[in-house]
């Protein structure tokens, strides 16, 4: 008997928590109070100019193709004079290593600082690589000027035997937006897209009113060019930032977004470029909150890390990229306890985890926030980790009916 | 000189083919054509019991959550009154093993034979797998009821001190479904989805009334669970099932539908079962042709594999899962020397490419198709693969404006 009280111990507990919700407008009390904020701040957004830091970086920014053609013609015009003069051509490549890369705690990203190498083409060593960059100046023209996108991929097959590998074109391609000073999307090169949004959510893509309401259940795939949404409107007071499709696929057929006014979306499993760059162009519309629902773990925050302070070898696009500002609503550590998470739900870490979390512990996005340093030193002091969907032991609709509006009214966010 | 010559004679013989295009009445008259086959021959469609064969097989169907409900309450009751029969209970559970699976050339797909085995409770060997199963009817019964889908993570989940494992309830959930006749998306528990959809397509998706053709350039996300699909209506002449992302974005974004009324799908490389489930669903109602495009190499046609006979351990669900009458498009091993596909995209087969070429070679469904055999024949024989993507080398819309209408207009499909 003693046994099966242990058992259901946790459930009677689980169910002691579906009686503390109050009203959806109580529900989103704590929210609206995390809105307001954030719309008063805004004003006073920090950006790199704006810190008047004594180095200087080098970030892009997105441009149009009208734009992008003229840079390129720029920089056509220029090699083309430097050849008339005798000179031969030279492009000016700003260099993206590690050593060129700086974490800027003001702006909690990473970005390039301003250090050059001349490309020439009269030089054995970079001559290879100037025809390269000449070659993909010159696609990226096309591709401007027929205003179509396509991904890296293709990008390399128009001139295999030029390119050879794949490697090439693709980092011959980020220099080349380095060089021009734009995004990697403004080129008209884009990543194959991964996520799904639903929700209160209304925007035009490529001409087309898309109502993310009426999406079903599947909801709307995100498009793997930014540049083709315009027309952003919402009425959702905040963005849930999901880690996995399950999650999002309950989310969406309770219709959550109903009883809580939100956008869900999801790049299931480690953010892609067209998602990040999508949460991004939220965010900077809507200006409301981003509540983020990952995995218990360290490969939960590792995600939470790319949408925030973006990867490395993207750094010189991380102003266009990230998304500072993102709450972590759950699952975390010391959820397991709150919620009581059934012992066999918990799963252990592995040593290649812990170490990870360890090394978390250390980075500055972290170190930053106080609060999400305690819930790791949880994590791995308890050795123990948990995924979202742990939560189904107290039943398949407790996430969207119990954990996240006790969540969202408590504000128990980080 | 000569070498420019070289370089240049594909990019000529490829404007060519351009010039070949006719106007897209022209460009679909093959097409119409194989419609009207396709619509005159699914009056005599096969389905295992048409065949009269000597030995009983066993099939699952789409069920619904009442019929699923009234299938676990009848299992349920078995037990409960060979229990109060004092006799314990037990399940006949059909063996879902190598040896009980048989390939119907008629229907061109896997079966499963009728070969079953008892899961006796009041059994050391089988007692644990006869709880587990108990449970997991119980579960399915409270799906059934809520109307609620989830995954089989969730599953897993809400009773992890029983499973143990994921694997124990994903065994036993297959089990189940075969126990009850029915198909695992029948029992709510569905697959995470992966695959997109534009084009000339309508459909309702719980309610939500979904237009296909105003999906922007990003598309719709399929369904993870099919049976909250219905209402479909299009004016598509055929669906293009194309393997890669790439390729799907291609023709998204040049609105190919438009010009050709087809719906462009894609599971983005090996498909899921939300996938496979959409295309079946889509072909029994529209009842028009389905067109492949998959890269030129053996996991291409593997990927076809598994779209038009199924995967071995889903073979129980073969007639729910399967599109059989799949048409080979293209990039076909003949078209390589056809389109002039420059060398240096045509990329050398690896060992295990080979050898699964060759083992390809052996599987009845392509030997029932001696064209099939041929383009193996001719990949196996050159030793060269090629992607989607190489059709690039010849400018970034080749795909979209002369390759696929070059094929339709031919009706070069196999």
Redesign the interface.
Known sequence: MSSKKR?DAPAEKALAARKRIKSSTEVLAQVNKLAAILKGSTAVARTLDGLHLPQTFREVVEKDADAVLDEVEGAIYQAALSILNGEGFTYDIPSRGRANQQYIPELDRIVLKDSKAPRTFASVKTCRSAVITTRILQLIH??CQ?R????K?????????LFEEQNNSDNILDDVACMLGCTRSSLHV?A??KG?VVGDLRFR??????DCQ????????????VD??DGIRSNAMFILLVEK??AF??LA??RFYRTYPCIIMTA?GQPDVASRLFLRRLKEVLKIPVLALVDSDPYGLRILSVYMKGSMNMSYDSSNLTTPDIKWLGVRPSDLDRFNI?E??RLPMTDEDIKTGKKLMEEDFIMANPEWVKELEIMTKTKVKA?I?????F???YLSEVYLPLKLQEGDWI
């Open positions: 058992r096309e591709l027929k179509i996108h396509v991904t991929r293709d990008l390399f097959y128009t001139d295999v035997k884009v194959s897209e799904v893509e490529d001409g087309d009113e898309i009426r999406m079903g259940v599947g909801g709307k795939a995100i498009p793997p060019n083709k949404v499709d399950a696929m309950r057929e309770d299931k059934p066999q739900c995924e969907q742990a939560l189904s032991s039943g398949f609709q």
